[in-house]
């Protein structure tokens, strides 16, 4: 059964930085699109950020830009989302998520994943 950790979060400054994790076990891993979700309180599950299986699309929501960056180790079984520059906007719970099956043009929404982490917090302080 595929499971996915996330773990990184934490509070950190305005300007600041974190690298977040997601770990993948129970299947073949690099045959899997995995994307980045974020929801803050009160408010939708939103898209972040997504890499495909092989590593060889991957694709930033245009508030993080140039400040987050995915990218996948298939070696260790995990993708990381560097977040440089962050604002207390980017305070949300985020979640990684997998899917074997996705096609290219539903990977953005959340909906098509089938396979969830429990989320982990990133709190950015003013």
């Known amino acids: 059964q595929v499971q996915l950790v996330e773990s990184g979060g934490g509070l950190v400054q305005t300007g600041g930085s974190l690298r977040l994790s997601c770990t993948f076990s129970g299947g073949p891993f690099s045959r899997y699109t995995v994307g980045w979700f974020r929801q803050p309180i009160g408010k939708e599950r939103e898209f972040v950020a997504v890499?495909?299986?092989?590593?060889?699309?991957?694709y930033h929501e245009d508030s993080v830009k140039g400040r987050f960056t995915i990218s996948r180790d298939n070696a260790k079984n995990t993708v990381y989302l560097q977040m440089n520059s962050l604002k207390p906007e980017d305070t949300a719970i985020y979640y990684c998520?997998?899917?074997?099956?996705?096609?290219?043009?539903?990977?953005?929404?959340?909906?098509?994943?089938?396979?969830w982490g429990q989320g982990t917090q990133v709190t950015v302080s003013s």
């Open positions: 890499i495909r299986a092989n590593g060889g699309y991957l």
């Open positions: 998520a997998a899917d074997r099956q996705i096609i290219l043009s539903s990977i953005y929404g959340a909906d098509n994943y089938g396979h």
